[in-house]
């Protein structure tokens, strides 16, 4: 069916990387924006970065860019979220999620499970 | 940056019990406004998006309002299935989440 799995999170220490990873599957991946959303222990939702559909164009929040990097392999239907520079306050579940398109443009209308990323030393 | 405000934080509300919850932003969206639903354990879940359309597969006792700056969230008629947590997200250059509502039983 129509998803998105995430893979690749645990638990690292301040300042070391960590690469999440993201399968599609059953929907046309290369057609959509992709994103990494991620929720914080106090439940808070923080939008983190955006892939355009081909790869061409990336944009991150304040507090991630320079750390933080997304890219996508279309071939392999996947998307991936490379964390560099991990600090405590990166803790949170990580989710990738789906821009919709047309009418639904810049609303999120399907999200993975999440993946837990804990850094802590 | 854009700030949103969303309130209340908690709802206790009961079955059959019509709740509105709010999303103020600091300054115009048009309309560029969506609502989630979560669940514990569970991701969000898109119900309304462009602030008042109707995801598809989204019950109709759930519905969208608002332009500019305020913007709501309407349940008609409380279900048991309903209660959990809703989230605003709001575009304007970036995605922005508000806080949170939490429904829980009165």
């Known amino acids: 069916q129509v998803q998105l799995v995430e893979f690749g999170g645990g638990v690292v220490q301040p300042g070391r990387s960590l690469r999440l990873s993201c399968a599609a599957s059953?929907?046309?991946?290369?057609?959509?924006?992709m994103h990494w959303v991620r929720q914080t222990p106090g439940e808070r939702l923080e939008w983190v970065a955006l892939?355009?559909?081909?790869?061409?164009?990336?944009f991150y929040t304040t507090s991630v860019e320079g750390r933080f990097t997304v890219s996508r392999d279309n071939s392999k239907n996947s998307l991936y979220l490379h964390m560099s520079s991990l600090r405590v306050e990166d803790t949170a579940i990580y989710y990738c999620?789906?821009?919709?398109?047309?009418?639904?443009?810049?609303?999120?209308?399907?999200w993975g499970r999440g993946t837990f990323v804990t850094v802590s030393s | 940056d854009i700030q949103v405000t969303q309130s209340p934080s908690t709802l206790s509300a009961s079955v059959g019990d019509r709740l509105t919850i709010t999303c103020r932003a600091s300054?115009?969206?048009?309309?560029?406004l969506a609502w989630y639903q979560q669940k514990a354990g569970q991701a969000p879940k898109l119900l309304i998006y462009?602030?008042?359309s109707l995801e598809s597969g989204v019950p109709s006792r759930f519905s969208g309002s608002g332009s500019g700056t305020e913007f709501t969230l309407t349940i008609s008629s409380l279900q048991p299935d309903d209660y959990a947590t809703y989230y605003c997200?709001?575009?304007?250059?970036?995605?922005?989440f508000g806080q949170g509502t939490k429904v829980e039983i009165k």
């Open positions: 059953a929907f046309t991946f290369s057609n959509y924006a």
């Open positions: 462009r602030a008042s």
């Open positions: 892939i355009s559909y081909d790869g061409s164009n990336v």
């Open positions: 997200q709001l575009y304007n250059v970036y995605w922005t």
């Open positions: 999620a789906r821009e919709g398109r047309g009418t639904r443009l810049r609303s999120f209308d399907l």
């Open positions: 300054q115009s969206i048009n309309n560029w």
